[in-house]
């Protein structure tokens, strides 16, 4: 997704009714779409070692979640929106 099309989703109430709260209202998953917009925004020569971690987190859950694929209709599922807020929708791939 890019950064703006991520900005958007994160304005939906979709995409905050998904993900484990991470304490403060906020789901962890939500909390880590704003951070790939803030380093998707950024030149590669500004990115830091806790950019380059929270990449390899992201890949990682992205990774681990696309597993866990439902057998039902993916378009309008918790699944897709959760993995949205972490930046990635398969039904760019999956064409939905």
Known sequence: ?????L??????????SVGKDSG???SI??????????IKRKKKDELTDTNY???NEVIGYVHR???QKPKSDIKESNWRYSLKN???????????
């Open 86 to 96: 972490w930046g990635h929708d398969p039904c760019k791939e999956m064409d939905c």
């Open 53 to 55: 971690n929270h990449m």
């Open 7 to 16: 900005e958007d989703w994160l304005d939906t109430d979709k995409s905050k």
């Open 1 to 5: 997704m890019t950064p703006s099309e």
């Open 29 to 38: 998953g939500h909390k880590s779409g704003r951070k790939i917009i803030k």
């Open 65 to 67: 979640h696309s597993a």
């Open 24 to 26: 403060d209202g906020e």
